[in-house]
């Protein structure tokens, strides 16, 4: 029973079928809506990749009915989509995953071997929800962590002028980023902390205009950069 369900149901050598063909691509459909779900569960996302997400099994499906054993046409179809990466901006490591993830499941309905396809989404969507409820990987405090930013003039030796501050209100905090604006006149200095508890932005921030002349100050969450993975 085992066997016939993990079998494929057509040989990469043999001619396609209707039947076949139409299996392989409802498969395909049917697991990328459900790879598409589960990345959007707990996840930042936009309609047009979720949607891509859930066409790209059948896509991948259909290129690989389409190539049917042929090298030659392998190859040109390797070069083809190798073109998509450079006119695509970087995305983040789940996005790249759960790309990858949607073409191994496309090639697995594409060679005929569902019952293998099914299996392997259910058991990543299974593992993407038990991650995803457990907090796997998530920063401790990252509710406090915050990214803030502070002008100053440029006559100002900011080199430690704002320690206090930091060891009064933050756990954490470093200095990443100096930035020249307002034609050179003042300078925007961005640091990464960790609030040591939370609310006490507004605090933080009246005590930092007084050092700093009242100009500018922002608070916002830290955020992971989509450059990185």
């Not at 058991?123 to 920063?139: D, I, P």
């Amino acid at each position: 029973m085992l066997d016939a369900i993990f079998s494929g149901i057509s040989d990469t050598s043999s001619d396609l079928t209707l039947e076949g063909f139409s299996l392989c691509i409802a498969a395909a459909l049917i697991l990328g809506a459900l790879l598409a779900l589960v990345y959007t569960y707990k996840s930042v996302y936009t309609r047009s990749f979720a949607v891509t997400l859930a066409m790209l099994p059948a896509i991948v499906s259909v290129v690989i009915m389409m190539v049917n054993g042929s090298i030659g046409t392998g190859v040109a179809v390797a070069g083809t989509f190798s073109l998509v990466r450079f006119r695509s901006v970087p995305g983040t490591a789940k996005e790249i995953g759960s790309i990858f993830l949607a073409m191994a499941v496309g090639i697995a309905c594409g060679m005929g071997y569902l019952g293998f396809a099914v299996l392997f989404a259910l058991v990543m969507c299974a593992v993407s929800f038990f991650y995803a409820k457990l907090g796997f990987g998530e920063r401790r405090n990252a509710e406090l962590c915050r990214k803030l930013c502070v002008t100053v003039p440029e006559d100002l030796d900011y080199g430690g002028i704002f320690d206090d501050l930091f060891t009064k209100f933050a756990s954490e905090a470093r200095l990443v980023k100096v930035k020249t604006t307002n034609l050179g006149s003042l300078n925007k200095l961005t640091y990464e902390i960790v609030l040591k508890e939370s609310g006490t932005e507004k605090k933080l921030i009246d005590q930092l205009r007084c050092r700093n002349g009242n100009l500018e100050v922002s608070c916002s969450m830290q955020t992971a950069d989509s450059q990185e993975l």
